[in-house]
């Protein structure tokens, strides 16, 4: 018994848990991304004392941008409607809220990575990030409304 096909049809058989795994890290994560940022923006003058206090330029501005980012991208997402596109500014937030809210977290990436790992901005960055670099799946919007058309003769 050769061991290349049994593991070809495992791979296929396997490759059927992608679009589910991806519409539930879209779900859950374009969810909590979208209460996020609502929570930001409903309570607009606590979120622009705190990024004060980060020392952020232009604090209010910068609560509304990162409140309607994390609002909106994450519905977005959720839906798997421009998903990728959705993700790039999400990444974006979340590096800045590692460098700024997360610092000491962010520089320690390599020393004490279980902080890294632990930080409050890591697994909404990862969610952003394999929804980049995977797209949203067979199970979004992006697939329904811009399905390729099939090639042949």
Known sequence: M????????FD???????SPLLLVI?????????????????NLDRTT?????????????????AGSTECFGGVLL????FARPAAVPLVFTMLVAYAT????????????????LGADPFLFLFAALIVLAFGP???????????????GA
């Not at 997360?102 to 279980?114: K, M, N, Q, T, V």
């Not at 799946?137 to 090639?151: V, W």
């Open 2 to 9: 050769q061991l290349r096909p049994l593991l070809a049809k």
């Open 12 to 18: 296929g058989l396997a490759a059927y848990l992608q």
């Open 26 to 42: 879209r779900l859950y994560w374009g969810i909590a991304f979208a209460q996020t940022g609502w929570g930001k923006l409903m």
């Open 49 to 65: 004392e705190f990024f004060t206090s980060l020392h952020l330029p232009m604090p209010r501005l910068n609560a509304i941008a």
């Open 78 to 81: 959720a839906l798997g409607l």
């Open 101 to 116: 809210a997360d610092r000491e977290a962010l520089l320690g990436i390599f020393s004490a990575p279980d902080k890294f």
């Open 137 to 151: 799946g067979k199970l979004s919007l992006d697939a329904l409304l811009f399905k390729k058309p099939a090639s």
